[in-house]
């Protein structure tokens, strides 16, 4: 069974490489925010809007909560998912967790030209979104470290992620022999 979930920061580029690795594993990708709003039937900053940030983690956590019925996929979290209602125990138990690390910096120039598709920075100058993450991050760090591999940002690619999983499954390839 191959269930792999990557969490980290909103824009570190989770779906992206979710994509990219699900089709390579030949397995489903599902994007959590995105099964959300299906679920719904209304976006992320509707959600938000009606039911504030509470209401939206309870909804994530009853997804969450859901996957445990699926066997093979690639999950890209919401960045804030791990952080809220025990998550993180809760998608360690579920499957093999990568924390997609990358810098405040580097978070802030990839968010700056999608602050209007983002409830939680729409709106904010460039200099505050940097600030926001910076004190996001030293909150949320705490739960992202908790994943079962922290993948820096050279090891963020298919190639790479494609390995370790191999590594934490071993299962999933026969010994060589000699």
Do not use: W
């Not at 992206?16 to 599902?30: C, D, E, Q």
């Not at 138990?93 to 910096?105: C, D, H, N, V």
């Amino acid at each position: 069974m191959t269930r792999i979930i990557l969490i980290g920061f909103m824009g570190c580029g989770k779906s992206t490489l979710g994509k990219k690795l699900a089709k390579r594993l030949n397995v489903p990708f599902i994007d959590s925010d995105k099964e959300i709003e299906a679920i719904q039937q209304r976006t992320i900053g509707e959600i938000f809007g009606e039911h504030g940030e509470s209401g939206f983690r309870e909804m994530e956590a009853e997804f969450i909560s859901s996957l445990e019925l699926k066997d093979d996929f690639v999950l890209a979290t919401g960045g804030g998912t791990p952080c809220f209602n025990n998550a993180m125990a809760q998608l360690n138990k579920i499957g093999s967790t990568f924390y997609l690390e990358r810098s405040a910096k580097e978070l802030a120039h990839r968010l700056a030209h999608s602050k209007t598709k983002r409830p939680l920075i729409v709106g904010l100058s460039d200099e505050d979104l940097l600030t926001f993450i910076e004190e996001k991050l030293s909150v949320r760090s705490e739960f992202y470290k908790k994943a079962s591999v922290i993948l820096t940002r050279e090891e963020q690619t298919p190639d790479e992620l494609e390995k370790l999983i191999r590594l934490l499954q071993p299962h999933s390839h026969s010994p060589q022999k000699s």
